[in-house]
C-alpha cells in the first residue's frame, strides 16, 4: 500500500513512493540540464553583442533549481550512504560557509548572485552543491552512463562552435590576442578558451570511455567524432590549460584500457587526439588562421585583457611594467602571488563570493563624474584582477581558507571513495567518473571555477561516490 502524508492522495505524496529506478531516471533529465543549460543560454550572448552573459546564469538557475529538488528528495529518503557522506558533508560546511562568506562580504548581491557574467556567487555555490548531492544519490548504474553520454553531446556542441570561431572568427570575444594580433581563438559556448580547454579535458575523457563501452554503433561513431573534433579545438584555446588536457585524454586512454578493462582497439584513438592536434598547429604555422605564422600560448592576454577586461570589465587594464603578459609562467605565478597576499587581508571569510576585485581598488577620486558605475571604477584601476587560475588559492581568497580547506576534503573523500569503489566493483561507469574527478582536481591548480562546466564536474563527483545497486541496470 502507498505511503500518505495527512491522508493527502498517492498522487501528491510522490516523494513518499518514489522508487530508486524513479529518482535515476529523474536523475538523468537534471544530468543533462547541468551538461546543456548553460551552454544553450549562452548561444544568443555569444552570436549577438546586444544579449548579456547574463543569459547563462539563468541557465544554470533552471539547472540548478531543478538539481535542487532532487537533491533535497535524496536527502528526505536518506539515499545518501556509504562513501558519499563525508563528501555530501564535506561540500555541505563550503557551501554554509560560503553563506557566512556572502554575509560579510564586500557587497552582498555581488555575493548573492555572481558579479554579472560570472555568476559564481553563493547561489551557483548552492546549486554546485545540489548537482553533487543529486549523483551522489544515484542507485543506478544507467543515470552515470547518461551523464556521460550529455558530456560528449555537450562537448561535441562547444567543438562545432569553436570550429566556426576558428575559421570564421566569429561569433567570437576572444579573435584577437590585442589590438593588432587576431588568433581566432576557440571558446565554444565555455565563455572563455581557457574554460573551454577545462571543459573538453573532462568531455574526451567521456567520449573515449562511451566509445569503448557504448553498445550502440552510432554512439561509439558520434563519441569518435567528438574526440577528434574537440582534439582539434582544444589546440586553438591558445593555452597551458588546453595542452595539459591533451596530455590527459591520452593518459585517459590508458585508463580505459587497463583499468576499466576496454578492448586494446581503444589504443588507436591516440591518433585521434594526436593528429587533429598536430594538423592545429600546422595550420596556424602555415598562416591559414588569423593573422599569425607561428603557435604559440596566449594565457594571459585571453584570461586577462580579453576575457575580464575586454568581455566583462571585471578587471583593470593589464599592468605591462609589473606583468610580462606573453610569459605564461609568469602570469601565472604573479597571480598566485598576489592572491597569497589578498588572503592575508581577511583570512577567515575572505573578500566575500565572486568579489576577490574589490580589496584591489585603489582608485575611486574621479573628480566631478559621479556617474561611474562599477565596470568603469573597475576597468581604471590598472593592474587588478577578479580571478586567479587555481581554484584553490581563488576559494581561499574570495570565501576563506576554512572553505579552502573544505574543498580540498571534499576532493580527497570523493576520489579516495572512488578507488575503493572502482576497486571492488569495477564499473567502467564509476572508473570513468573517477578520471573525470581527478582531472577536474589537478586541472583546479592551473583554472578557477565557472558556471561553464562547474556543474558538470561536480555531477561527476558526485556520481564518483553514489552506492550503486547490486543490479545496477535498470
Same mark, same amino acid.
Given at each position: 500500500m502507498a505511503k500518505e502524508l495527512f491522508n493527502s492522495s498517492e498522487k501528491s505524496n510522490f516523494i513518499l513512493n518514489m522508487t530508486e529506478e524513479q529518482y535515476a531516471k529523474l536523475a538523468s533529465a537534471g544530468m543533462y540540464a547541468a551538461c546543456f543549460a548553460v551552454p544553450l543560454f549562452t548561444i544568443l550572448p555569444e552570436v549577438s553583442e546586444k544579449a548579456s552573459f547574463a543569459l547563462s546564469m539563468g541557465g544554470l538557475a533552471v539547472a540548478g533549481v531543478f538539481a535542487m529538488i532532487l537533491a533535497l528528495i535524496a536527502l528526505m529518503k536518506k539515499y545518501i550512504t556509504g562513501k558519499a557522506i563525508l563528501p555530501v558533508a564535506a561540500f555541505g560546511f563550503v557551501t554554509l560557509w560560503g553563506l557566512v562568506s556572502m554575509i560579510a562580504g564586500f557587497d552582498f548581491a555581488i555575493g548573492l548572485y555572481g558579479f554579472t557574467g560570472r555568476g559564481e556567487g553563493f547561489l551557483a555555490l548552492l546549486f554546485y552543491f545540489s548537482f553533487f548531492t543529486m549523483a551522489a544519490a544515484v542507485k543506478r548504474s544507467k543515470a552515470l552512463s547518461s551523464l556521460i553520454w550529455g558530456m560528449t553531446l555537450s562537448g561535441l556542441l562547444n567543438g562545432i562552435f569553436g570550429v566556426i570561431q576558428v575559421f570564421v572568427g566569429k561569433p567570437s570575444y576572444y579573435k584577437f590576442a590585442d589590438l593588432h594580433t587576431r588568433i581566432n581563438a576557440a571558446a565554444g559556448l565555455s565563455h572563455s578558451p581557457l574554460f573551454l580547454a577545462f571543459f573538453m579535458t573532462l568531455a574526451i575523457t567521456a567520449a573515449l570511455f562511451g566509445l569503448a563501452f557504448f553498445q550502440e554503433k552510432w554512439r561509439k561513431a558520434v563519441s569518435a567524432v567528438a574526440v577528434c573534433i574537440m582534439s582539434f579545438v582544444m589546440v586553438f584555446t591558445y593555452s597551458f590549460i588546453g595542452w595539459c588536457g591533451l596530455g590527459l585524454s591520452l593518459i585517459a586512454l590508458f585508463v580505459a584500457v587497463f583499468a576499466a578493462k576496454a578492448p586494446k582497439k581503444l589504443l588507436a584513438m591516440t591518433a585521434g587526439i594526436a593528429l587533429p592536434a598536430v594538423l592545429g598547429v600546422v595550420l596556424v604555422n602555415c598562416g591559414a588562421i588569423g593573422n599569425i605564422s607561428s603557435y604559440r600560448l596566449y594565457d594571459g592576454r585571453i584570461l586577462w585583457w580579453a576575457d575580464s577586461y575586454i568581455r566583462l570589465s571585471a578587471s583593470g587594464d593589464l599592468d605591462s611594467d609589473n606583468l610580462d603578459i606573453d610569459d605564461t609562467l609568469d602570469v601565472y605565478s604573479k597571480l598566485n602571488s598576489k592572491a597569497i597576499r589578498l588572503i592575508d587581508k581577511d583570512p577567515l571569510t575572505g573578500t566575500g563570493p565572486d568579489q576577490m576585485i574589490f580589496p584591489q581598488i585603489y582608485k575611486t577620486d574621479f573628480g566631478d563624474d559621479t556617474e561611474r558605475d562599477l565596470n568603469d571604477i573597475i576597468a581604471l584601476n590598472k593592474g587588478s584582477f577578479d580571478r586567479v587560475y587555481n581554484e584553490y588559492l581563488n576559494a581561499?581568497?574570495?570565501?576563506? #581558507?576554512?572553505?579552502?580547506?573544505?574543498?580540498? #576534503?571534499?576532493?580527497?573523500?570523493?576520489?579516495?571513495?572512488?578507488?575503493?569503489?572502482?576497486?571492488?566493483?569495477?564499473?567502467?561507469?564509476?572508473?570513468?567518473?573517477?578520471?573525470?574527478?581527478?582531472?577536474?582536481?589537478?586541472?583546479?591548480?592551473? $583554472? $578557477?571555477?565557472?558556471?561553464?562546466?562547474?556543474? #558538470?564536474?561536480?555531477? $561527476?563527483?558526485?556520481?564518483?561516490?553514489?552506492?550503486?545497486?547490486?543490479?545496477?541496470?535498470?
Open positions: 581561499a581568497v574570495t570565501r576563506g #581558507v576554512l572553505s579552502a580547506i573544505g574543498l580540498g #576534503v571534499l576532493l580527497i573523500s570523493v576520489i579516495a571513495g572512488g578507488f575503493a569503489a572502482a576497486k571492488k566493483r569495477r564499473s567502467w561507469e564509476t572508473v570513468c567518473l573517477l578520471t573525470v574527478t581527478v582531472w577536474g582536481a589537478l586541472l583546479f591548480l592551473i $583554472c $578557477c571555477s565557472s558556471m561553464a562546466f562547474a556543474p #558538470v564536474l561536480w555531477c $561527476c563527483a558526485g556520481g564518483t561516490v553514489a552506492a550503486l545497486a547490486k543490479k545496477d541496470r535498470a
